[in-house]
């Protein structure tokens, strides 16, 4: 008997290693990591960008609700490649977000002529 609770105390207590040693690394995956270089200068053109749409609200032809769309598209691809990427961008993926991102500035800056 005494064994057997040896036994579960010893496996409660690996179990409780295991599980704390793999929490950092679940925190930090599971966080994004927004002062990684590449996804800093992705959200920060994204934050210009949402800027933009919102102060020429009035300039934009009627296309606020759709360039507010396409805004928050990029913003959620960019969130979605940062999670599976453990808090990074790829230069592939900033590159494709980045191209995005000028194709609605080109949309607004249609708008504006």
């Known amino acids: 008997m005494k064994s057997n609770i040896k036994i579960a105390a010893m496996s409660v207590i690996a179990l409780s290693l295991v599980i704390s040693s793999a929490l950092p690394s679940l925190a930090q995956g599971g966080t994004f990591r927004q002062n990684h270089p590449r996804r800093a200068e992705v959200l920060r053109r994204d934050n210009?960008?949402?800027?933009?749409i919102n102060n020429d609200r009035g300039a934009l032809g009627g296309h606020y609700g759709q360039l507010k769309r396409e805004d928050n598209s990029i913003r959620r691809q960019e969130q979605r490649d940062a999670r599976q990427n453990g808090g990074h961008i790829t230069?592939?993926?900033?590159?494709?977000?980045?191209?995005?991102e000028n194709r609605v500035n080109n949309q607004i800056r249609r708008d504006h002529q």
Not at 48 to 52: A, I, P, Q
Not at 91 to 100: P, T
């Open 48 to 52: 210009r960008l949402n800027n933009r």
């Open 91 to 100: 230069r592939g993926e900033q590159r494709q977000l980045n191209h995005e």
